[in-house]
């Protein structure tokens, strides 16, 4: 007897990404976590716009534009000089921005969209060991009430952080290290009158030319308000106090909590201006580690987030790496258990995510020892989009095929890149032009088809009523026609002999021609994770 289909450990924003995106596809989850209540600390607080895209395709972004505030660049200082201030400024086409958000709303937007599909955390209950078969998983748990008991799930998802029980109990190696230094947070206010928006990142060069004191600071919802982080004095040097033997020296940990005037002192040395901190919200000292598992899953258990990748908070890559982990993945076990995929799709998770993570790691590790995104060597368009993480692809996957261009001279994405973005999409019925995410959102594949000609029309009909046969109409599917074009004049077109229909917008603006067709092809189609190409055309894939 099977209790639930997958079994998520840990209610960090990874796993409950992973709970709402199985719930929202249909499957049945249960979601444990080992704390009584959610933590009331700003650890996590960058949103990038890729995951915002996620969560627009989820159905929540909504509530986390109305929660968040803009993060509209970094003031640098270098020894009290100030250096090149560095602008988050993206593409037009791109529709979101780079945000700040403390962790504990992050964590309650998302368990409240989770709650509308009737599921909820399972809290103070953890999870003491596992094993699994050829059929699925029993884990052995215990319940607030220190009962203990036996749980069988088809899977298991460990998105239980640095120290992940899952990832132990599957003997995954963690390979990397540690940085020597020691930092403190702090969530503080501070009257100074530096711009609104922007981060700060206040250095101190030693005689050999080294960084020995640092202050960074990231604005967070309220007035005057920030995260800051910077080394600990050695008074508050928990070094050696909590790491067993064999442990990884990551995130918070020690009992000795930063005061005010901890704080204060170190606006005094680095500050850009005279400044006074208060309303001390919380504080804590935290070490920092870089390591990556081996593999991101073994047989029917799998590990995402901090589970599978910890490194440095440079350019907030990690919890916005997890969430996307969380969500590839998700969409993979629910098509999984539904009976639509062959097995094998669920090693795409581990062919697709490990080298994002890898790549994070290697790239936040030289930002951190370097002295900040901002010393980054490619042109700064590339940066940008790179640290927003939208030019996360897949190319490499075993779920992508070729479409014969050859990427360097595609005028549009290739396959496994990222779906972009297009406005001006119109019908007959709608008054206000429709962006190209309004019609993915809240839905799983979608089959998205362009045609400029009748010919191409013919072949995207075709196109359309073979998918809907081959996957017993639950691959929905509309058409994107230029707007002069005369397949564009139909509010829709038949697609089958079982009557559907299939929707045609006409793309007023010009904008989905340049940025989302195939460019050998008149076919595309999008999935719930990435944007992916296959033989007859680019899919666009979350």
Same mark, same amino acid.
């Given at each position: 007897?099977?209790?639930?289909?997958?079994?998520?450990?840990?209610?960090?924003?990874?796993? &409950?990404?992973?709970?709402?995106?199985?719930?929202r596809?249909?499957?049945?989850?249960?979601?444990?976590?080992? #704390? *009584?209540?959610r933590?009331?600390y @700003?650890k996590?607080?960058?949103?990038? *716009?890729r995951?915002?895209?996620?969560?627009?395709?989820?159905?929540?972004?909504?509530?986390a534009?109305e929660?968040?505030v803009p993060?509209?660049?970094?003031? /640098?200082?270098?020894?009290?000089?100030?250096? @090149?201030? &560095?602008?988050l400024?993206?593409?037009?086409e791109?529709?979101?921005?780079?945000?700040?958000?403390?962790?504990?709303?992050?964590?309650?937007?998302?368990e409240?969209?989770?709650?509308?599909?009737?599921?909820?955390?399972?809290r103070?209950t !953890?999870?003491?060991?596992?094993?699994?078969?050829?059929?699925?998983?029993? %884990?052995?748990?215990a319940?607030?009430?220190?009962?203990?008991?036996?749980l069988?799930?088809?899977?298991?998802?460990?998105?239980?952080?640095?120290h %992940?029980?899952?990832?132990?109990?599957?003997?995954?190696t963690?390979?990397?290290?540690?940085?020597?230094?020691?930092?403190?947070?702090?969530?503080?206010?501070?009257?100074?009158?530096?711009?609104?928006?922007?981060?700060?990142?206040?250095?101190?060069?030693?005689?050999?030319?080294?960084?020995?004191?640092?202050?960074?600071?990231?604005?967070?919802p309220?007035?005057?308000?920030y995260?800051m982080?910077?080394?600990?004095?050695?008074?508050?040097?928990?070094?050696?106090?909590?790491?067993?033997?064999?442990?990884? @020296? $990551?995130g918070?940990?020690?009992?000795?909590?930063?005061?005010l005037e901890h704080i204060?002192?170190?606006?005094?040395?680095?500050?850009?201006?005279p400044a006074?901190?208060?309303a &001390?919200r919380?504080? %804590?000292?935290f070490?920092?580690? $870089?390591?990556l598992?081996?593999?991101?899953?073994?047989?029917?258990?799998?590990?995402?987030?901090?589970? =599978? $990748? +910890?490194h *440095?908070?440079?350019?907030?890559?990690?919890?916005?790496?997890? +969430?996307?982990?969380?969500?590839?993945l998700a969409?993979k076990?629910?098509?999984?258990?539904?009976g639509?995929?062959?097995?094998?799709?669920?090693?795409?998770?581990?062919? !697709?995510r490990?080298?994002?993570?890898?790549?994070?790691?290697g790239?936040?590790?030289?930002?951190?020892?370097a002295?900040?995104?901002? /010393? @980054?060597?490619d042109?700064?368009?590339?940066?940008?989009?790179?640290?927003?993480?939208?030019l996360?692809a897949? *190319?490499?996957?075993?779920?992508?095929?070729?479409?014969?261009?050859?990427?360097?001279?595609?005028?549009?994405?290739?396959p496994?890149?990222?779906?972009?973005?297009?406005?001006?999409l119109?019908?007959?019925?709608?008054?206000?032009p #429709?962006?190209?995410?309004?019609?993915?959102?809240?839905?799983?594949?979608?089959?998205?088809?362009?045609?400029?000609?009748?010919?191409?029309?013919?072949?995207?009909?075709?196109t359309?009523?073979?998918?809907?046969?081959?996957?017993?109409?639950? #691959?929905?599917?509309? #058409?994107?026609?230029?707007?002069?074009?005369?397949?564009?004049?139909?509010?829709?077109?038949?697609?089958?002999?079982?009557?559907r $229909?299939?929707?045609?917008?006409?793309?007023?603006?010009g904008?989905?021609?340049p940025?989302?067709?195939?460019?050998?092809?008149?076919? /595309?189609? %999008?999935?719930?994770?990435?944007?992916?190409?296959? =033989?007859?055309?680019?899919t666009?894939?979350?």
């Amino acid at each position: 007897m099977v209790d639930t289909d997958v079994l998520i450990v840990g209610a960090g924003p990874v796993g &409950l990404t992973a709970a709402a995106e199985l719930r929202r596809q249909g499957a049945t989850c249960r979601i444990i976590d080992r #704390l *009584p209540a959610r933590l009331p600390y @700003a650890k996590a607080v960058g949103v990038q *716009p890729r995951t915002l895209e996620v969560w627009d395709r989820m159905g929540m972004v909504r509530a986390a534009l109305e929660a968040a505030v803009p993060l509209r660049g970094q003031l /640098t200082y270098a020894d009290g000089v100030e250096q @090149a201030r &560095l602008e988050l400024r993206l593409p037009p086409e791109v529709p979101y921005g780079f945000a700040a958000l403390p962790q504990y709303d992050t964590e309650r937007i998302i368990e409240e969209h989770l709650a509308r599909f009737g599921t909820g955390i399972e809290r103070g209950t !953890e999870l003491l060991g596992f094993t699994q078969d050829a059929d699925g998983v029993v %884990s052995r748990i215990a319940t607030a009430s220190d009962a203990r008991e036996e749980l069988r799930s088809r899977f298991l998802v460990g998105c239980d952080g640095a120290h %992940s029980t899952v990832r132990k109990g599957l003997g995954l190696t963690f390979e990397g290290g540690a940085f020597p230094e020691e930092y403190m947070l702090a969530d503080v206010e501070v009257d100074w009158n530096l711009p609104e928006g922007y981060g700060v990142r206040s250095m101190h060069h030693g005689a050999d030319g080294r960084i020995d004191d640092a202050l960074v600071c990231i604005p967070l919802p309220g007035e005057r308000r920030y995260r800051m982080s910077m080394l600990v004095p050695p008074e508050l040097s928990t070094k050696g106090e909590n790491a067993a033997p064999g442990e990884t @020296a $990551h995130g918070l940990e020690g009992t000795r909590a930063p005061r005010l005037e901890h704080i204060q002192a170190v606006v005094d040395r680095l500050s850009p201006e005279p400044a006074t901190a208060s309303a &001390l919200r919380w504080s %804590s000292v935290f070490r920092i580690s $870089h390591r990556l598992v081996d593999r991101y899953s073994v047989g029917r258990v799998f590990v995402a987030g901090d589970a =599978a $990748h +910890i490194h *440095p908070p440079t350019g907030a890559q990690g919890m916005n790496t997890g +969430i996307q982990d969380a969500c590839n993945l998700a969409w993979k076990l629910a098509l999984m258990l539904d009976g639509g995929a062959h097995p094998r799709l669920l090693d795409s998770y581990d062919a !697709e995510r490990r080298p994002v993570g890898k790549e994070v790691v290697g790239r936040t590790v030289r930002h951190a020892t370097a002295g900040g995104v901002q /010393t @980054a060597t490619d042109d700064r368009t590339t940066v940008m989009l790179r640290e927003a993480q939208l030019l996360v692809a897949y *190319p490499d996957s075993p779920l992508t095929a070729t479409n014969g261009a050859d990427p360097a001279e595609a005028d549009s994405p290739g396959p496994g890149a990222r779906a972009p973005d297009c406005r001006g999409l119109t019908t007959s019925l709608a008054t206000t032009p #429709l962006r190209l995410y309004d019609l993915l959102r809240d839905r799983g594949h979608v089959l998205v088809l362009y045609a400029d000609s009748a010919d191409a029309l013919t072949a995207c009909r075709d196109t359309a009523a073979t998918a809907d046969r081959l996957t017993g109409g639950k #691959l929905p599917a509309f #058409l994107v026609a230029p707007g002069d074009a005369d397949t564009a004049k139909a509010g829709h077109v038949p697609s089958g002999a079982n009557g559907r $229909h299939l929707p045609v917008f006409r793309d007023e603006a010009g904008e989905f021609a340049p940025s989302g067709r195939p460019a050998r092809a008149p076919r /595309t189609s %999008s999935r719930p994770s990435c944007s992916r190409s296959c =033989a007859t055309g680019r899919t666009p894939t979350w």
